[in-house]
């Protein structure tokens, strides 16, 4: 399994110097989270972006815009934004060559607002964005996101929110994020099937989405590393830690990744 690093650590920087850091740390592969001083107005700069990223030959993928990007806003204007912007995402992923495209399929950000009503305009954003994306056939994986209140989904709810949707649409499983809700992860993983592709993993104490080191909260990593082994797929595993962590906490978290999945692997 490659474990990249996201670019969530660095973001605000230069993006060729947080590569070149993130990959100097040990990384597999780089997540690009295309938000901060870095990314702005990507879209205007595309060519010059990719050629300068293609050429220091790293891996990639490609996290769409996070920051006030809500798809499922209260504001029409403002879902049509972020509709644009993760268009725009697709487009530069692919001049990148990029694995996949994450995508987060919303938020509830007030209890008063409709949990129901915000998926179903999820779901029609996302059938949308699928039908743009047949002209680049990038996987676009749908991300779990946010704590009880905000989330769209309870398990149930998000293993079952991508039937109808064409192959290319799949997940990402956010572990912290799953964890914060209580989620089982063993149970959750092989619900998914071929449509599971990778895991964006970082610990929390179940409450606070901290993005912390893994082993620093309270996370059953063991359990999730035996669950990842389980659905026998060669997942995409995406080391996401907080903004202004040390890439070095990084290199930590991938050696700790990688004594627990031999642990859960067991004896050869």
């Known amino acids: 399994m490659l474990i990249s690093y996201s670019e969530l650590c ?4 230069a993006v060729e110097s947080n590569i070149e850091a993130l990959v100097g740390a040990g990384a597999e592969g780089v997540e690009l989270m295309l938000d901060g001083a870095g990314w702005n107005r990507f879209d205007e700069r595309m060519e010059e ?3 300068r990223l293609n050429a220091l030959g790293a891996s990639y993928s490609v996290h769409v815009p996070v920051w006030e990007a809500n798809l499922t806003s209260e504001c029409a204007h403002i ?3 972020v509709a ?3 268009r725009r995402s697709i487009e530069f992923a692919a001049m990148v060559h990029s694995r996949y495209v994450v995508v987060h399929p919303g938020w509830c950000s007030n209890a008063f607002f409709d949990k129901a009503v915000a998926r179903s305009r999820s779901r029609e954003a996302l059938l949308s964005l699928a039908e743009f994306n047949g002209s680049y ?13 905000a989330s769209l ?3 149930e709810q998000y293993a079952g929110f991508l039937e109808g949707f064409p192959p290319e649409v799949g997940y990402i499983v956010d572990v912290g994020h799953a964890h914060m809700n209580g989620w089982d992860i063993g149970r959750l993983l092989p619900s998914l099937g071929a449509r599971l592709h990778a895991l964006h993993l970082h610990d929390n104490d179940g409450h606070g989405d901290a993005h912390a080191p893994l082993g620093e909260g309270s996370v059953d990593w063991r359990g999730v590393c035996a669950a990842a082994l389980g659905t026998g797929r060669d997942l995409s595993l995406v080391l996401e830690l907080n903004i202004g962590t040390s890439v070095s906490r990084l290199t930590e978290s991938k050696a700790f990744l990688r004594r627990t999945l031999a642990e859960a692997a067991g004896p050869l």
């Open 10 to 13: 660095l973001i605000g920087g």
């Open 49 to 51: 972006l990719s050629g």
């Open 79 to 81: 879902r049509d934004a």
């Open 84 to 86: 644009e912007s993760y």
């Open 137 to 149: 056939g990038m996987p676009l994986l749908v991300e779990n996101v946010g704590g009880p209140a």
């Open 153 to 155: 989904f309870d398990e």
